[in-house]
């Protein structure tokens, strides 16, 4: 059962905890691919120095003032594609980046960062501002709740440039034990 709106509309960090387990789904050239989501980051608001919004409005991050539940995709390093979905409310820029999925017979490092999910899962630019609730391109369904046991909590990576932003336990692993061993 694909996740409701009102799943988006709430705290950022609650969500991106929420979402392991949940499945990510994408329709490309007639296939469907699905993956267990294991790694996940929060990025809430003008005031966290790493979310994009920290410099503002612009037309890179218009998507992220938008509806939750819209997926939010860019380009990093002119090569990789990241593909977050929009939480919180209107108006409010924030995010949840997936970072990494599980795929049922499918090698973890193939889909263990988030450029080489999207391009496993086919998502580029095309898909920015698509609405992960009601579309059929891409969407996110119910997982089994998964016990904080089986979390991982950190600092988020790769934003050593964010300042005080750069510390906040935003980020969330589901642990290796948790992660299925047919791979």
Do not use: Q
């Not at 980046?97 to 080489?116: D, M, Q, T």
Request: proline share 4%.
């Amino acid at each position: 059962m694909r996740l409701p709106r009102t799943f988006y509309e709430r705290e950022t960090t609650i969500i991106a905890r929420e979402l392991l387990g949940a499945t990510l789904t994408s329709r490309i050239d007639g296939r469907l691919i699905r993956g267990r989501i294991v790694e996940t980051e929060a990025y809430h608001g003008e005031d966290d120095l790493a979310c994009h919004a920290s410099r503002g409005r612009t037309k890179r991050t218009e998507t992220m003032y938008g509806a939750p539940g819209h997926a939010y995709v860019y380009l990093i390093y002119g090569m990789y594609h990241c593909l977050n979905v929009v939480t919180m409310s209107r108006e409010f820029p924030a995010a949840v980046l997936i970072r990494a999925v599980s795929v049922p017979h499918v090698s973890f490092s193939e889909v263990n960062g988030p450029g080489k999910l999207c391009r496993f899962f086919g998502i580029t630019k095309e898909e920015n501002g698509i609405d992960m609730v009601k579309g059929d391109r891409l969407s996110i369904e119910r997982g089994a709740l998964v016990s904080d046991r089986c979390i991982l909590v950190t600092p988020r990576i790769g934003i050593e440039y964010a300042k005080n932003s750069r510390d906040f336990p935003w980020r969330f692993v589901l642990k290796e034990e948790s992660l299925p061993h047919s791979r």
